[in-house]
Nanobody, 124 residues
Framework: VQLVESGGGSVQSGGSLRLSCALS????????MGWFRQTTGNQRTGIAA???????WYARSVKGRSTISRDNAKNTLYLDLDSLKPEDTATYYC???????????????????WGRGTPVNVSS
């Protein structure tokens, strides 16, 4: 199993970004997948997840300005982030294989496989 993130970079406050995660090893629609982010000195925290049946979950910090989606043909997971704020600056990680329980979707221990991350820097 391999997850490879891309799409990170520098963007101004108020802007938008699309993060991608190319998955190999199994189908992106066959498992629960998610996005986490981490800033220096802080724990990795889940911000969005999508289950195999398509249901989604978002952390309060990004709800209403982010969308998690997948392209089965490309076997790729996406995270669209809008109205970006400086506090969204972080390294963003793609992850797969979870037990779907909304109480635990923000916890790294609930997920099995991880990408190496892509950095996002939002300037004011």
């Amino acid at each position: 199993v391999q997850l490879v993130e891309s799409g990170g970079g520098s963007v101004q406050s108020g802007g938008s970004l699309r993060l991608s995660c190319a998955l190999s090893g199994y189908s992106v629609s066959s498992v629960c997948m998610g996005w986490f982010r981490q800033t220096t000195g802080n724990q990795r925290t889940g911000i969005a997840a999508i289950d195999s049946d398509g249901k989604t979950w978002y952390a309060r910090s990004v709800k209403g300005r982010s969308t998690i989606s997948r392209d089965n043909a490309k076997n790729t997971l996406y995270l669209d982030l809008d109205s970006l704020k400086p506090e969204d600056t972080a390294t963003y990680y793609c992850t797969s294989e979870c037990d779907w329980d909304e109480r635990f979707l923000s916890l790294p221990s609930n997920f099995g496989y991880w990408g190496r991350g892509t950095p996002v820097n939002v300037s004011s």
